[in-house]
């Protein structure tokens, strides 16, 4: 099993962008994934998830920014980020749990994690 980040980077505020999480080894229809967001010196948090079929979960302080969705036809699951704010720079990671619902309460619920991609929101 295999979770790969991409899309992270040097964005100033207010600007977007777009994580992508590629999944392999297990499939997306059986699996929920959740986007987990790690400040400087801070725990990760979980921020967003998505299952097959399910209703998408947001944390508070992302919902109307952030937008979660399954790529079509592909084993993939990306995070559109839009109005960043300096407070959302960190490390993001993706995972995953075989799961008829996902949830962001805690990162201990999922057992497969990605290495992380890093975003930066500064002017």
């Known amino acids: 099993f295999e979770l790969v980040e991409s899309g992270g980077g040097l964005v100033q505020p207010g600007g977007s962008l777009r994580l992508s999480c590629a999944a392999s080894?297990?499939?997306?229809?059986?699996?929920?994934v959740g986007w987990f967001h790690q400040a400087p010196g801070k725990e990760r948090e979980g921020i967003s998830c998505y299952r097959e079929g399910r209703r998408t979960k947001y944390k508070d302080s992302v919902k109307g920014r952030f937008s979660i969705s399954r790529d079509t036809g592909k084993n993939t699951v990306s995070l559109q980020m839009d109005s960043l704010k300096p407070e959302d720079t960190g490390v993001y990671y993706c995972?995953?749990?075989?799961?008829?619902?996902?949830?962001?309460?805690?990162?201990?619920?999922?057992?497969?994690w990605g290495q992380g991609t890093r975003v930066t929101v500064s002017s």
């Open positions: 995972a995953a749990v075989e799961s008829s619902h996902c949830e962001i309460i805690s990162p201990d619920w999922y057992d497969y």
């Open positions: 080894g297990f499939s997306l229809d059986t699996h929920a």
